[in-house]
């Protein structure tokens, strides 16, 4: 596609229960990011995708959180047993290449709140 | 994790005026980005300057990097109402995965 998709745009649920954010990335873009930010706050890291190669999980606040790249392409990241802390805007973000570092183009973001 | 930090956290100027932001950050890095933010959604990429380098222009946008006191500042030249968003300093921190600081919000006023 033309840029980082990602879907829903806005997702409500309520406490206690499972959600899938999905993330498709600019096509033949090896790397892929997830990132979340708070209200008012800067981009927390919660894992990096690169190539066939194991993802840096080290983001991850919990292990209620995990997240796969199928086929090197599309990501989900899953958040289960959601509590209200994890209202926050979920950025995905690929790029071409790791080193020597490029450019990250990020996608509009899934608003996730939790009630 | 290693963080680049934005300075100041808000300013306010008038159209027509150049707005400078600052960001510091902790450890060697491979190379620092500079992002925009707008209305809290999608960042959009402005410029990269990796740690080789000490200054960079893009249009109105001018970027200096200096390894030596791990700070590096975005100069914005006339800035227009347009400009208005949140500005985000993002390094590597050797890793090659971007880290952000909390930013930097910028007015306009036209």
């Known amino acids: 596609g033309a840029g980082v998709s990602q879907s829903p745009s806005n997702k409500v649920t309520e406490k206690g229960k499972d959600v899938e954010l999905r993330c498709d990335p600019i096509?033949?873009?090896?790397?892929l990011y997830w990132y979340r930010q708070s209200l008012g706050q800067g981009l927390e890291f919660l894992i990096y995708?690169?190539?066939?190669?194991?993802?840096?999980k080290s983001g991850l606040p919990s292990d209620r959180f995990s997240a796969e790249r199928t086929g090197g392409s599309v990501s989900t990241l899953t958040i289960q047993r959601t509590q209200q802390e994890d209202s926050a805007v979920y950025l995905c973000?690929?790029?071409?290449?790791?080193?020597?570092?490029?450019?990250?183009?990020f996608g509009q973001g899934t608003r996730l709140t939790v009630v | 994790s290693q963080q680049g930090e934005e300075d100041p956290q808000a300013l306010s100027i008038q159209e027509g005026e150049n707005a400078t932001m600052n960001c510091s950050y902790k450890t060697s890095i491979n190379n620092l980005q500079w992002y925009r933010q707008n209305s809290g959604r999608g960042l959009v990429h402005l410029i990269l300057i990796r740690s080789n380098e000490r200054e960079k222009h893009s249009g109105r946008l001018r970027v200096t990097l200096d390894t030596s006191k791990k700070s590096s500042s975005l100069l914005i030249t006339a800035s227009r109402a347009a400009d208005t968003a949140s500005y985000f300093c993002a390094t590597d921190g050797g890793s090659y995965i971007p880290t952000f600081g909390r930013g930097t919000s910028l007015i306009v006023h036209p």
């Open positions: 973000a690929s790029s071409l290449s790791r080193p020597p570092g490029t450019e990250a183009f």
């Open positions: 995708f690169q190539g066939n190669s194991a993802p840096d």
């Open positions: 096509s033949g873009h090896t790397a």
